[in-house]
Every structure is written in C-alpha cells, then in structure tokens.
C-alpha cells in the first residue's frame, strides 16, 4: 500500500480516479455474457449443462443432476459437527433477529370521509440466491441471503453455487436447509443467473435474483433486469477505516485491512487518518502481519492494485472522502465516533468503535453481508427482508368522496389534456335511464 496525502478537494478527485481505473466491464465481457444467456434461454438445460462443463469443471451429465438431491442435503446434515450446528444456528437467529423488524406488513386507514388509503404486502413467491465458489465455501452468504427471503414468508427459495466437480461442501448444504432454501442447484457464473432467469426443462424461472457474485454474475444480473427483479450488482469487497492516533491501535488496523484484502484478489481496502505517524505504524503492520497470513498472495494483489492509506488534513476531509467514495463497509475508530457516523451519507454498513471489526458484519452481527459496492451506496441499501416482499397500493373512495374530488380531479386531467379521466369520474354522477 502506499501513503497519499491529500490536502483539498482537487486532490481528492485524483485519488479517486486512481483508485476507480479499469474496474469498468468492458463491451466484449458484455457481449460474452449477453450471448451465454441468449444461449440459455434457446436452448434451456443443453446449453445449463455445457456451460457448467466448460466454466465450472463439473462434468454433470443428466440436467435432473443439477439439482442437489435430498440424500445429498441429508448426509450433508448428518456429517455437520454438533457444534457447527449450533454455530449456525445462533447465526440464523441473529439475523432473524435483526429482519423481523424490518418486515412490512399491510394497513389501510380513513385518511378522511369516504377515503380510505392503505397498502397491500406481500411476499415473493420464488426467488432465486446467488452464492458464489471459491477457495472457501461461502456459508454465511447462503444465511445472509435466505433467512432475509425466509423471514419474508417467500415460500420457494432457489440457491445457485457453483460445484467445481468435487461436490458443494456440505457446511454450505446444511446451512442453505436450517435457512430455509428448498432448491439447491450446482450452477455458477452468468449461466446460474440465466437459468433463474429464464427456466429450462428442469429449472423453474424466479421472480427474482439477489446475492453477490463475480463480474460475470453482476453482469448477467444487469442484462436480466426486467426479466426478472434484482437486489444490486454486488461486487468485490470493499472496506474503508477512517482512524485517529490515540485511540486506534496499528496492529488492529492493519489486521481490519487484511481480512478485506484477503478475499479474492481484487477487494479494496482503503485506510484514512489525520496522523501521518498511524498510517506509517500501520504500514509497518501490514508488512509483518502478511508474512504470516495463509492467503498472503491475495491480500497482496488486492492493497497493491486497490489499497491505499488517505492522510488527510482534518476530519472534514476524511468525511468527504468517505462520502465520494461510498464504501461497502465503513469502520469508524475515532474520539467521537457516533457523532462523525451521524454526518455519514454514503456507506453499506457502519461499523462503531475499536472493538467492532468488519468480520462481524461479515459472519454473524445480524444485518446481511450482501451490501451494496462500487459507491452505490450513495443511493442503494444492504439486502434486506423487504427487497423479499412487494407492495401494492389500496385506494377506496364512497360517491359522496368521489363527488367532492370532482372539481380538483377535473382540473388535473384537464390540464393535462385528457378528458376521458375526468369523464370517468365525471359520468359516475349522472343519472342514467
């Protein structure tokens, strides 16, 4: 990583730059994509199972095989440590926890004589979950991503992993089940999402699509859009800490920016702080603790090509760059913490105080991990119970309401040149024979 000092707004911009370079699709990445999911939706489970052959290495040879079979998910349960279990089981209920509030339900209300106005909510019926493969199956994205769907009441939850030819790890089967997830699929990559999508012979299209997932995936999600719903185009992992000399420590620091930095290569981690002396102290850190980080060649990729340390001026500066920047995760170690928090527009999550790490929002806290990246979260928020539920307005007026509207009724749709509206509301009050 390297030290930028920056001194005003100007400075800012070109840090920022810097830091965005390259990580736009390109057109040819579009047009790949574009034609693997033209292909799927021609033709639907040949081009599902050429597709995992060819991107996933898993040599399927039937499409009923797709579909992760129940002795799979029960020898997967059976093979799950007593305390694992129990492991996910406390992780489920902290996420419950946290969505049962968030959980919309419907209402209606006399708003005045004769009007009544309310809101009808409803959960999805079917929706797909996205969880990506890698080195590590990725268990806590199938609770952060299905107990949101379940406690939403959605009563059919699809999950898409991909299986690299060894078989989804059963931890990841055993989770998906205790959290609701009723079909499991071993698909990856844009093929996953186009099989959600679009259906096959075997594969029952979604309503829609939610989970994190590679360029590839995010770029599918956004061709499909419309077709179907979709959270956000969740990418790599971002992370920013914005600290103080005195109250955060080096080594905490440096070990907050290597757990972002050591998922898969291309993460950001960004450190911010008004002390030149903390950010070489962390520096020194980084440098120790990734001679004994077992991912070390990882996390080096990421904080050569996306880390920074930001020495700024003054914490005005810093809440400027952190609101320009909009990361995924903020994590705030300052004097007065709560009250920089409160002046925060843009951030996925924000983590509060010296004993609050990332990996907490990551694995357990509560909140899903599934968050928004790539400063969208200037105007998108973290998955949730309600991108699982949709809501229909209910409106009711009686003939002394409808009478008394008239007249503003009229003026509107007349002023807008549409004089059928007003008829419509117009003719309910002429006698007929």
């Not at 991503?145 to 059963?170: F, M, N």
């Amino acid at each position: 990583m390297r030290i930028v000092r920056i001194k005003n707004q100007a400075e800012l911009a070109r840090a920022l730059k810097r830091m965005r370079s390259g990580s736009e699709a390109s057109p040819a990445d579009q047009a790949v994509v574009a034609q693997l999911l033209s292909k799927v939706r021609r033709q639907g489970d040949k081009a599902l199972l050429e597709a995992t052959r060819r991107f996933d290495g898993c040599k399927v040879a039937r499409a009923a095989d797709l579909r992760v079979s129940a002795a799979e998910i029960r020898a997967a349960r059976k093979a799950l440590s007593p305390d694992f279990l129990k492991t996910l089981k406390r992780v489920k209920a902290n996420i419950a926890a946290f969505q049962v509030p968030l959980k919309k339900a419907s209402w209606r209300r006399r708003m005045r004589p004769g009007v009544w106005l309310g809101q009808s909510v409803r959960p999805l019926n079917r929706v797909g979950l996205y969880v990506p493969g890698g080195e590590a199956p990725l268990i806590s994205t199938v609770l952060m991503t299905a107990v949101p769907a379940a406690v939403a009441g959605v009563q059919e939850i699809v999950l898409c992993s991909p299986d690299r030819g060894k078989g989804l790890d059963p931890r990841l089967l055993a989770a998906a089940e205790l959290a609701g997830v009723t079909e499991i699929y071993r698909l990856g990559g844009a093929q996953a999402i186009a099989a959600m999508a679009y259906g096959s012979a075997s594969i029952r299209k979604v309503e829609k699509i939610a989970g994190p997932g590679s360029r590839w995936v995010n770029l599918a999600k956004k061709q499909v859009y419309g077709e179907v719903g979709i959270d956000s185009l969740a990418g790599p992992s971002e992370a920013m800490v914005v600290a103080e000399e005195g109250v955060a420590q080096p080594a905490w620091l440096a070990a907050d920016l290597l757990s972002q930095a050591e998922h898969a290569g291309d993460e950001t981690a960004i450190l911010v702080t008004t002390s030149r002396v903390l950010a070489q102290a962390v520096l020194k850190e980084l440098k120790a603790q990734l001679a004994a980080l077992p991912r070390r060649k990882v996390a080096e990729s990421s904080l050569k090509k996306h880390g920074l340390v930001a020495v700024v001026k003054d914490l005005g500066l810093a809440l400027d760059l952190v609101n320009a920047v909009g990361p995924e995760h903020l994590q705030l170690i300052l004097k007065d913490t709560e009250a920089f928090a409160s002046k925060v527009r843009a951030a996925g999550a924000i983590f509060l105080g010296p004993h609050t790490p990332v990996a907490l929002g990551d694995f357990l806290a509560g909140p899903s991990h599934v968050l928004p990246t790539g400063s969208t979260a200037r105007f998108m928020s973290g998955l949730s119970v309600e991108d699982f539920q949709v809501k229909s307005s209910l409106i009711r007026y009686d003939a002394a309401a409808l009478a008394a509207a008239g007249p503003d009724l009229t003026a509107m749709a007349m002023a807008e040149g549409l004089e059928g509206h007003a008829r419509s509301a117009s003719i309910r009050k002429e006698k007929r024979r």
